[in-house]
T-cell receptor, first 110, second 111 residues
Framework: SQELEQSPQSLIVQEGKNLTINCTSS?????LYWYKQKYGEGLIFLMM?????EEKSHEKITAKLDEKKQQSSLHITASQPSHAGIYLC??????????FGQGTILTVHP | NAGVTQTPKFRVLKTGQSMTLLCAQD?????MYWYRQDPGMGLRLIHY???????AKGEVPDGYNVSRLKKQNFLLGLESAAPSQTSVYFC??????????FGNGTRLTVT
């Protein structure tokens, strides 16, 4: 099993709908990263959260890290087909060690 | 400004053959990582390094070895390739307090 668990594993939404992806760790995280990947391509950095309770937004995407630094959520408002892809959360659980969740596959239907 | 460069981009091996994947970064990053990506499994950490001359095991280190003789390079070796090692391999680097910079990946097939 992986140290970070993401849910759901896949998500299909209609364009315009809001959605949330969750990322949970059994250990306190040094930092939490969200990345997006298009099929067969590299990873695109979205956001980094380091402090408990921190929240960041970029365009229609908002990411939050809970106070205990063990759970994060990624929320997309008014989804568009361009948001489709694989979303990955990554986190540091011990010095230098950075692991990722299994990913969430997002499909947005026009 | 190349960032993180992985070579080769594609490789096909026969079971039992050996090979080395090279990762090079030009950002003077201390931390470097090797991940593998398989369908439905996200990214799994193979080995990582927190500085020149250091390496540490990740989540799935068996069957792989690594070396970090120079700060800018992180090599991933497969001594005796197995079909279970068919995957896409990603290298990444960071300062330790910054986002990871990823390479474009190496697609390895072991037949």
């Amino acid at each position: 099993s992986q140290e970070l668990e993401q849910s759901p594993q896949s998500l299909i939404v209609q364009e315009g709908k809001n959605l949330t992806i969750n990322c949970t760790s059994s250990k306190t995280l040094y930092g939490l990263y969200w990345y997006k990947q298009k099929y067969g391509e590299g990873l695109i950095f979205l956001m980094m959260l380091q402090k408990g309770g921190e929240e960041k937004s970029h365009e229609k995407i908002t990411a939050k890290l809970d106070e205990k630094k063990q759970q994060s959520s990624l929320h997309i408002t008014a989804s568009q087909p361009s948001h489709a892809g694989i979303y990955l959360c990554g986190g540091g659980t011990s010095y230098g060690k950075l692991t990722f969740g299994q990913g969430t596959i997002l499909t947005v239907h026009p | 400004n190349a960032g993180v460069t992985q070579t080769p981009k594609f490789r096909v091996l026969k079971t039992g053959q050996s090979m080395t994947l090279l990762c090079a970064q030009d950002m003077n990053h201390e931390y470097m990582y090797w991940y593998r990506q398989d369908p439905g499994m996200g990214l799994r950490l193979i080995h990582y390094s927190v500085g020149e001359g250091t390496t540490a095991k990740g989540e799935v280190p068996d069957g792989y070895n690594v070396s970090r003789l120079k700060k800018q390079n992180f090599l991933l070796g497969l001594e005796s390739a197995a079909p279970s090692q068919t995957s896409v391999y990603f290298c990444a680097s960071s300062t330790g307090n910054s986002p990871l910079h990823f390479g474009n990946g190496t697609r390895l097939t072991v037949t």
